[in-house]
T-cell receptor, first 115, second 113 residues
Framework: NAGVTQTPKFQVLKTGQSMTLQCAQD?????MYWYRQDPGMGLRLIYY???????DKGEVPNGYNVSRLNKREFSLRLESAAPSQTSVYFC??????????????FGPGTRLLVL | AQTVTQSQPEMSVQEAETVTLSCTYD???????LFWYKQPPSRQMILVIR??????QNATENRFSVNFQKAAKSFSLKISDSQLGDAAMYFC??????????FGAGTRLTVKP
């Protein structure tokens, strides 16, 4: 049981390049999330998906797109990377049906550097 | 918008001693959840403890306990018998419905041997 996995662990991009961050969970959770973490700040929600086939914007969605490919996978795409998107990205999942409190379980993070 | 404030950017504690990390939050809701997450140098976010707002009893998990003051909107974390492995960033988080989770800026805890 791997929990939440993310790929890649680290990536360097040039301004204007695109890339997709991958996330998968094996806990059969319905809800999945993408956060970014910047120095001196807590995590901020980019997008979330309450169930397969649905996605919603979080606090900082600009410059990002997401896809909930199936129940297990939730990807985050940067179409045209900007230096302001340099950050550590975390994926998380939770299960509102088995846990009313919806504790979120996090992946190990992806460190992204945009030059 | 709900906000979470951690007023202590850094704290230090002697090994085996007790330390309390502070957290306050702003909300007009009555039903919500509060969490403390630990982030060691590996960057992995690890759940330490959580509290349901409708429960009056403070949550406890082994050496970790909280002091939840709902009227004061305060949610502090007490770590007893501190260990070297407790050294990490600690984030307080608030969640009500609709997947709306808000994190504080974090407190860096150093444990001195």
């Amino acid at each position: 049981n791997a929990g939440v996995t993310q790929t890649p662990k680290f990536q360097v991009l040039k301004t204007g390049q695109s890339m997709t961050l991958q996330c998968a969970q094996d806990m059969n959770h319905n809800s999945m999330y993408w956060y970014r973490q910047d120095p001196g700040m807590g995590l901020r929600l980019i997008y979330y998906s309450a169930s397969e086939g649905t996605t919603d914007k979080g606090e900082v969605p600009n410059g990002y797109n997401v896809s909930r490919l199936n129940k297990r996978e939730f990807s985050l795409r940067l179409e045209s990377a900007a230096p302001s998107q340099t950050s550590v990205y975390f994926c998380a999942s939770s299960d509102p049906y088995r846990d009313r409190g919806e504790t979120q379980y996090f992946g190990p993070g992806t460190r992204l550097l945009v030059l | 918008a709900q906000t979470v404030t951690q007023s202590q950017p850094e704290m230090s504690v002697q090994e085996a001693e007790t330390v309390t990390l502070s957290c306050t939050y702003d909300t007009s809701e009555s039903d919500y959840y509060l969490f403390w997450y630990k982030q060691p140098p590996s960057r992995q976010m690890i759940l330490v403890i959580r509290q349901e707002a409708y429960k009056q009893q403070n949550a406890t998990e082994n050496r970790f306990s909280v002091n939840f003051q709902k009227a004061a909107k305060s949610f502090s974390l007490k770590i007893s018998d501190s260990q070297l492995g407790d050294a990490a960033m600690y984030f307080c988080a608030y969640r009500r419905g609709n997947n709306d989770m808000r994190f504080g800026a974090g407190t860096r805890l150093t444990v001195k041997p």
